[in-house]
Each structure stands twice: as structure tokens, then as C-alpha cells.
């Protein structure tokens, strides 16, 4: 028996799941089904460890543990010890009460759209969230999902009831689960928060084991260290979210702007005039190594009462001649990022490198700062169908661990490389300048959302918490002792 194999199985941690596929779970004998974790479900059930062949035992789905060693980043890479796809969350307490036996790092992983390792555990274990995605009652104002499911799969089963959760994220790919970790943020977070704001109950795995459901009435600690907590303290097996009625339609105005200044000072305007059911923008290449600058609103309506476009492009000061009107159904709008992903995935751009860096500047300062970051950047740097969105949100969200710029207003700034990355140094220098610019962000004032590619210290979480940090510590030290969850972010150090 090797070191590694007498390890795991010392600590109870067989890493069945690692290779239990559902359809490898129908073609195992019956005599191979077992013992030493609790059989929770029907549909993982577990093994004797001497049944298990050393490599399977070890995490042996060599396609399992390279596809959770990445993320959509595609800048680290870890390679985790096993891979487990849970069928309950009763699967997951059982590894992490094994893995804390040996103190083993967990991570979850829903659809590993991180962009810097958030979801990797090297050495370590990755829980593959997406096996839990089942939705398991829609009522007239929520909706209970397991937290595996992606957003796509969320409004497809919503909207069949004229249902939709009050802020989606751009792209719906992301899972419920990952979303809610880090905040969630999308058009309508001005009106409705984050997602984490419109979570109503949420069913989690702490790091010690314990499976305990939280909401603001019940385990309120809890709730508030696992919405926008990075992870750190439980994982999410169930939500229960808030539904609104779906509109049926949403008209999207692109209007464009000679400068920043002039597109900031019209989206200020649209903002406050909540002109807008949705209300972002960006900064384009303009294809000749310069800029565009972009408005976008979109209003959502019913057929009979269709909007007055002379009236919101009077009131945008819009040359119309440039502008461009899309009319869509509310689900067809919701999903259109996915054409983007198609595209991207056509040019081999979805798998290269994405050092992005995401950050809300506070609105008295964000032309000033993000003239400071356009400066460091080149339009051919960010790649023709890149972008550094720009636009102002306010702030409404009740979630503590989000965190804000001071003042109601900010300016969510983020850099979007979309562009091949021809070699490792320049990914390197890539993540150097999102180092500077973060600096300068931090100097300024603002935050970074924390779904940025960047390495961080624990002094920078700590300085990025500010006043929530003893908070958040005082939960990892309640809930997951050992310190096992999610060590991607290096929030606590190793
Ligand atoms: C193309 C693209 C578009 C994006 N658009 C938006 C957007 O519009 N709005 C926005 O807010 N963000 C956006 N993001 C960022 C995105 O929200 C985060 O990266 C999110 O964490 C990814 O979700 P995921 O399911 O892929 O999570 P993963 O990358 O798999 O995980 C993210 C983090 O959450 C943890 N985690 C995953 N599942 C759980 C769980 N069930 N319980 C506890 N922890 C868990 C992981 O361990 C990891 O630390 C976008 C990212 C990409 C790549």
C-alpha cells in the first residue's frame, strides 16, 4: 500500500465519489457497496475502501481531477488529490468531517467560472456542486433549488411559471451556489441588491460537518458569513430565493458618448431619474486603438404598453443615428450573453487566459481613476471584443459581507480581457498591472468584487472586509475550526 493510499484510508477518506459516476454506479456489483460513509442517498452510495483500486482511491478519474485543477481563468492550476460528486448533502458532511480527520483542504467547485484558483484545492478535495442541481419546489415568491443548478436552469423553470429571480447575473452559466459565495451582481442589482440579497434561506455543510439551514430568522451568523463569504465558513447545498413576476419583453438602447465624461455624466442622470430597469455600460475599442463609450439601458414591458423611444432618447441627449435598439423576449434578453460565449468558443477565446479585475470605484471619483486605468491599458491590450465595463449602480444591498465604496453610489469598473495571451509572460505582466491598478483602486477609495485575478495576502482580505473582517473570522473560527474550506482565496492563510 503506498503512503497516499494508507493516508486517505486512514482518515476514513475513500474518495469513492471521485470515480462514482451515475452511470458507473449502476454497473458496480453489489458486494462493492459499503461501509464507511453514511449511505445518505440512493444515488451515492459507498464502498469498502479495499474494494476501491489504489488509483480510484487516490481520485483515479484522471478526467475529473484535470478538469477541476482549472478554471475559466486558465492562469493556476492545482491539482487536486479527488474529485467527489455528492448526490446529497448529507455526502458532503461526510467528507468534510473525513477530510477533517486529516485536515484535508476542501473546495467546492459549480461551474468553475473563478478566474484566479478560488475553486481549487491542491493536494486537496474538490466537491463537483453541478451533481446537485436538482429544483425542488417553485412558489408564488420563491423559488428551493439545490445550489448546483446555474442561473439558465433557474429562469428556464421560473419564467414556464411567469417567474424570475429579481437580479440574474449577465451570464447565466454561473451556478447558484458560486454566485452566492461571492455576491451576484447584474442589471438590476440598483433596484434589487445582489443576488445575496434576495436569498431567503439557504441549507449548508459547515467545515466541521454540520448540516444546518440559515436564514435572517434562524442561524442569522451563519447566513451572514456564507452570503459574499467567499466560501470560508459552509457550503451551500440548498437556496430557497426570492421570484418577481417576468416581464414579458425588454427593449435595450446602445447609445454611445464622444468621452467618459459625458457618458458618466448621462448615466448619472439615468440613474437618478431611474430612467432604467436596467442601466450599464462600457468602454469599447473602437477597432483604430482608441475608445467608444457606451450607454446601456434596458426597460422591460408588456406588449400592450410598448416604450417611448423619442422620449429615452431625449432624455440620453442620443444621436440616434449611432445607436442601436434591440427588442427581445425577456428570456431570449436574459440568455443573450450565451451567443457572446458561442462566439468566443469559435475563436478559441472562452479557454485562453482571463486575468480580469472587477472593482466598484466611488462615484466622486471614477472618471478621474478610470482615465488612470484606461492610461495603463491599450485597446489592442484588452483585445477587439474585450471591454472595461463602466457604469454607475446604487447601492442597496443589505448583504455585510458585500462590500462598498462609501457613499450610495459607485461606479462598478471592470477589465475585461478578451484576447489570446501569447505567451506565459505576458499573463504574468497582465496580472502585474491588475496588482497596480488595484493599488491605485484601493487609494481611491474603491473595492474590488472579489471575483478578481489577483494574488491576495490575508492582510489584503482583512483590509478588503474592513469593519466585517472579525466578523467573518469569528465565523471560520465557529464554523470550519479546522480551517479546511476554500483555500483559493488565501483569505486566512495556510
Ligand atoms: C463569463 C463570466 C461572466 C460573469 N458574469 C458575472 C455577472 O454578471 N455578475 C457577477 O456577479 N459575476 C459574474 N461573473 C463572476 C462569477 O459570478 C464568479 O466567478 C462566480 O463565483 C462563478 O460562479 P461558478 O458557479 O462558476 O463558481 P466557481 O468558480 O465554481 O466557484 C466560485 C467560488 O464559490 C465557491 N463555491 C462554488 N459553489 C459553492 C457552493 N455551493 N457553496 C459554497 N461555495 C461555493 C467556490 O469554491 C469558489 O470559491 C462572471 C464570470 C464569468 C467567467
Known amino acids: 500500500m503506498t503512503t497516499d493510499r494508507r493516508t486517505l484510508l486512514g482518515a476514513g477518506l475513500c474518495m469513492t465519489a471521485a470515480f462514482a459516476s451515475r452511470a458507473g454506479l449502476a454497473a458496480m456489483p453489489a458486494q462493492a457497496q459499503g461501509c464507511e460513509w453514511p449511505a445518505a442517498s440512493g444515488e451515492l452510495r459507498h464502498y469498502a475502501c479495499d ?46 468531517r473525513a477530510a477533517g480527520k486529516s485536515e484535508q483542504k476542501v473546495a467546492a467547485r459549480g461551474q468553475g467560472h473563478s478566474t484566479y484558483g478560488r475553486a481549487l484545492a491542491e493536494d486537496g478535495v474538490v466537491i463537483e456542486m453541478n451533481s446537485l442541481d436538482t429544483i425542488h419546489e417553485i412558489g408564488a415568491d420563491r423559488i428551493v433549488v439545490d445550489a448546483g443548478a446555474t442561473w439558465a436552469r433557474v429562469l428556464d423553470a421560473t419564467l414556464a411559471k411567469g417567474l424570475t429571480p429579481p437580479v440574474l447575473t449577465n451570464y447565466l452559466g454561473l451556478s447558484v451556489g458560486g454566485t452566492i459565495a461571492v455576491g451576484g451582481i447584474g442589471g438590476s442589482t440598483s433596484r434589487h441588491g445582489m443576488q445575496t440579497d434576495n436569498v431567503l434561506a439557504l441549507d449548508v455543510v459547515t467545515g466541521s460537518g454540520e448540516q444546518l439551514t440559515c436564514s435572517r430568522q434562524s442561524n442569522p451568523d451563519l447566513f451572514d458569513a456564507v452570503r459574499a463569504g467567499l466560501s470560508q465558513c459552509g457550503l451551500i447545498t440548498r437556496a430557497t430565493l426570492k421570484l418577481v413576476s417576468a416581464p414579458k419583453r425588454v427593449r435595450r438602447y446602445q447609445v454611445f458618448y464622444p468621452d467618459l465624461a459625458s457618458l458618466a455624466t448621462v448615466q448619472r442622470r439615468a440613474l437618478q431619474d431611474d430612467r432604467f430597469d436596467q442601466l450599464q455600460g462600457a468602454i469599447l475599442p473602437d477597432g483604430k486603438s482608441g475608445w467608444r463609450y457606451q450607454l446601456e439601458g434596458a ?73 488612470e486605468i484606461l492610461g495603463h491599458l491599450s485597446a489592442e491590450e484588452i483585445g477587439p471584443l474585450g471591454r472595461v465595463t463602466f457604469y454607475p449602480l446604487r447601492h442597496v444591498s443589505g448583504t455585510p459581507l458585500v462590500r462598498w465604496p462609501n457613499g450610495g453610489v459607485a461606479f462598478c469598473v471592470n477589465v475585461v480581457h478578451i484576447q489570446p495571451f501569447p505567451d506565459a509572460p505576458s499573463v504574468k505582466q497582465a496580472l502585474a498591472k491588475n496588482r497596480l491598478l488595484y493599488d491605485r483602486i484601493r487609494r481611491a477609495g474603491g473595492v474590488q468584487y472579489p471575483v478578481s485575478a489577483l494574488p491576495m495576502t490575508p492582510q489584503d482580505w482583512e483590509q478588503h472586509f474592513g469593519p466585517a473582517w472579525s466578523m467573518l473570522s469569528e465565523a471560520r473560527r465557529r464554523y470550519d475550526p479546522l480551517g479546511l474550506l476554500t483555500p483559493g482565496y488565501n483569505l486566512f492563510g495556510s
Open 51 to 96: 474494494w476501491i483500486p489504489a488509483a480510484a482511491a487516490l481520485g483515479g478519474n484522471v478526467e475529473d481531477r484535470a478538469a477541476a485543477s482549472r478554471d475559466f481563468g486558465n492562469i493556476v492550476q492545482k491539482q487536486p488529490r479527488a474529485v467527489v460528486k455528492p448526490a446529497s448533502a448529507a455526502d458532503i458532511s461526510a467528507v468534510l
Open 299 to 371: 426597460l422591460f414591458y408588456d406588449a400592450a404598453s410598448p416604450p417611448d423611444d423619442n422620449a429615452v432618447f431625449a432624455a440620453l441627449s442620443a444621436n440616434r443615428e449611432t445607436s442601436v435598439t434591440t427588442d427581445l423576449s425577456f428570456h431570449d434578453d436574459a440568455l443573450a450573453f450565451a451567443k457572446l460565449e458561442a462566439l468566443l468558443r469559435s475563436k478559441g477565446l472562452w479557454s485562453s487566459p482571463h486575468p480580469w479585475l472587477f472593482s466598484f470605484l466611488p462615484n466622486v471619483n471614477a472618471e478621474e481613476v478610470t482615465e
